[in-house]
């Protein structure tokens, strides 16, 4: 699966990502280190990349404001990283990535949800 990774992304993360073989870009990478969240998400749709992020505010884009980007929020901190990453690696198992393009997925250390979008942006 091809990833946009928010700023708030650990590392970490990035490289468990990378690690199991998907394609994954950082916003500070590409120069969006500033960027604003709906620009953000914008760019995520460009690139045909799934956003991840730690910042809860990209479900009122998504929900509210209408912005059909796939994100995969994150309720993970350092002390339950290894928890989150194995749920996360499941959730990515289990689901086609025109899934996780098409849903707002959240991520924590005792397990997932997923929302289905309807529409494009």
Not at 12 to 19: M, V
Not at 65 to 87: Q, T, Y
Not at 102 to 115: E, L, N, T, W
Request: glycine share 6%; net charge neutral.
């Amino acid at each position: 699966m091809k990833f946009l990774l928010d700023q708030n992304v650990y590392l970490k993360t990035a490289l468990f990502l990378r690690n199991l073989g998907h394609d994954v870009v950082r916003v500070a990478e590409i120069g969006l280190e500033r960027a604003t969240d709906e620009e953000l998400l914008l760019k995520a749709l460009e690139l045909e990349r799934i956003f991840v992020t730690r910042d809860k505010d990209f479900g009122n884009l998504v929900f509210v404001k209408g912005f059909k980007a796939g994100v995969v929020l994150l309720r993970i901190d350092p002390s339950n990283m290894e928890k989150v990453h194995r749920i996360l690696e499941v959730v990515l198992d289990a689901l086609e990535e025109s899934e996780v393009r098409s849903s707002f997925i959240v991520v924590g250390p005792s397990g997932y949800r997923v929302r289905k979008l309807s529409g494009t942006r």
